[in-house]
Every structure is written in structure tokens, then in C-alpha cells.
């Protein structure tokens, strides 16, 4: 059963598609939004990375740490949200969250960036 729309031995329509495809990519508002997304993305996700919380505990001089000395001292409760962030990010359980996290995020921007017409 071939496909619905594209035929594969039909090279010039597959070259047509593509070539539409990246005429489309090149418009200005376009990049203006591949752009955002990808700049939020990053951002988002190594504001996250600087938090802390590694996969070796908590990095010294860093935000996590900081917390942990004014709010708990010597003394950090098991099962809070700071030991559950902590294990989340030693188990290596935390880097997927957070790039959901950072997808959602992005998207939010990149649909504002369209809608405003940013870039037009």
C-alpha cells in the first residue's frame, strides 16, 4: 500500500516539498520563532543546571547550596523537597523533568513571539 502523500519514487515532488519546506523555514517570522524557542530552551535549562543539584549532591557555592545553609543548617530533613530534588538530580532522575519543564516554557514563548507577530 503506497503512502497517502508522498510517493517515494516520485523524486521532483519530494525535492518540491522540501524545497517549499525550507522556503517556508526562511521566512523572517519563522527563524524569529525557531529562534525564541531555542534561546528560552537553553536558558531554561541551564538556569535549572545552575540551581545545584548534580549528580555528585549539591555543588558547592551554588543556589541549592546557599538554601540548604540558611534554611537547614547542619541538619536537612529526609523525605523534604530539597533531599527529594537532591536524589532526583544524584540519580540522574531530575535532567528529564527539567527539559519538560524547559519545552514547555519555550513553547509558551515561541507561541507569544508568533502571535505578537515578533520578527514581521
Known amino acids: 500500500?503506497?503512502?497517502?502523500?508522498?510517493?517515494w519514487n516520485n523524486g521532483t515532488?519530494?525535492?518540491s516539498l522540501l524545497s517549499s519546506f525550507v522556503e517556508w523555514l526562511s521566512q523572517p517570522d519563522v527563524l524569529t520563532v525557531i529562534m525564541a524557542w531555542a534561546i528560552t530552551f537553553?536558558?531554561?535549562c541551564t538556569l535549572i543546571l545552575c540551581l545545584g543539584f548534580g549528580p555528585a549532591g549539591i555543588g558547592a557555592g551554588t543556589i541549592a547550596?546557599?538554601?540548604q545553609s540558611y534554611m537547614y543548617g547542619a541538619f536537612t530533613p529526609a523525605g523534604g523537597i530539597f533531599a527529594t530534588l537532591t536524589s532526583m538530580a544524584m540519580l540522574g532522575k531530575m535532567m528529564p523533568q527539567?527539559?519538560?519543564l524547559a519545552v514547555v516554557i519555550?513553547?509558551?514563548v515561541a507561541i507569544l513571539?508568533?502571535?505578537?507577530?515578533i520578527g514581521r
Open 113 to 117: 513571539v508568533w502571535v505578537w507577530g
Open 13 to 15: 515532488q519530494n525535492l
Open 42 to 44: 537553553t536558558a531554561v
Open 65 to 67: 547550596a546557599a538554601f
Open 1 to 7: 500500500m503506497a503512502p497517502l502523500f508522498l510517493d
Open 106 to 108: 519555550a513553547t509558551c
Open 98 to 100: 527539567a527539559a519538560i
